[in-house]
């Protein structure tokens, strides 16, 4: 149910985010039919982001992981990478439509127990993170700037995959070791709010620099069902190269 109430919500933003462009088209006469175009010459952008992006892990699940294994929440830190398709409603206001994906992995052991030999036991855990998201973009500099910052905020689906691959202690009788993967997939409704500079090299192109802090988590279940919520917020710093066209 919650998973069709996300694809229900996503869709609904899409569908607003094209009717809105189709009436800002048409006010324009198409999409180089606004007068007197800005800076960049252009309404519309597509952008590429690369960076980096550190995990919370504020909610119980990492919670009481963290008491029982090895590392950390922001050991997950990782390569981030991310798409941006902007139209512009006015000079200094647009739609964004953004993808990204991160994956972070890390390796735990059990903090109080050994195996018989007296090494680690551990396992392999991963963090993956797909963040599907509308929102606006306001610039906060005259068009003549030569830097152009900005803000902006927006929500959409987090999708994500939690998975422990390794050795495991089965706390019965005899506490033996075994080999398993333990997985749980899902996606939750999240939102975010950014900042970030732009410094343009032509009136095509520019560099950019950004910060988002997102804020999104979901109840576990498949093979952690019962192990509490699961916290997918953290911040992403990127940067990356602006395409106006």
């Not at 902007?86 to 059990?110: K, V």
């Not at 109080?112 to 090494?119: C, I, L, M, T």
């Amino acid at each position: 149910m919650k998973r069709s109430l996300c694809a229900g919500a996503v869709l609904m933003v899409f569908v607003l985010f094209g009717a809105a462009s189709a009436e800002a088209r048409s006010r324009r006469g198409g999409p180089y039919g606004r007068p007197g175009y800005d800076r960049y010459g252009a309404d519309q952008s597509f952008r590429l982001r690369l960076g980096m992006f550190t995990p919370d892990g504020e909610k119980s699940f990492f919670e009481d992981t963290a008491r029982d294994f090895t590392g950390d929440p922001q050991d997950f830190e990782d390569v981030v990478g991310g798409v941006d398709y902007i139209f512009g409603m006015q000079r200094t206001f647009g739609l964004m439509l953004s993808a990204d994906y991160f994956e972070g992995q890390q390796d735990q052991s059990y903090r109080d127990f050994v195996d018989n030999r007296g090494n680690r036991i551990t396992h392999t855990t991963t963090l993956e993170i797909t963040p599907i998201t509308a929102g606006i973009v306001v610039k906060v500099a005259p068009e003549d700037s030569p830097i152009v910052p900005y803000v902006g905020a927006g929500g959409g689906i987090y999708a994500w995959r939690y998975r422990e691959a390794g050795d495991f202690i089965d706390f019965g009788a005899n506490r033996e070791v075994f080999s398993d993967t333990l997985e749980d997939t899902g996606a939750a409704l999240g939102y975010y709010v950014m900042a970030g500079l732009e410094v343009p090299l032509s009136s095509y192109f520019s560099f950019l620099a950004e910060a988002r802090w997102d804020r999104a988590d979901d109840e576990l279940g498949g093979d952690f069902a019962d192990l509490g919520v699961i916290d997918l917020s953290g911040r992403r710093v990127t940067g990356g190269l602006a395409w106006h066209f």
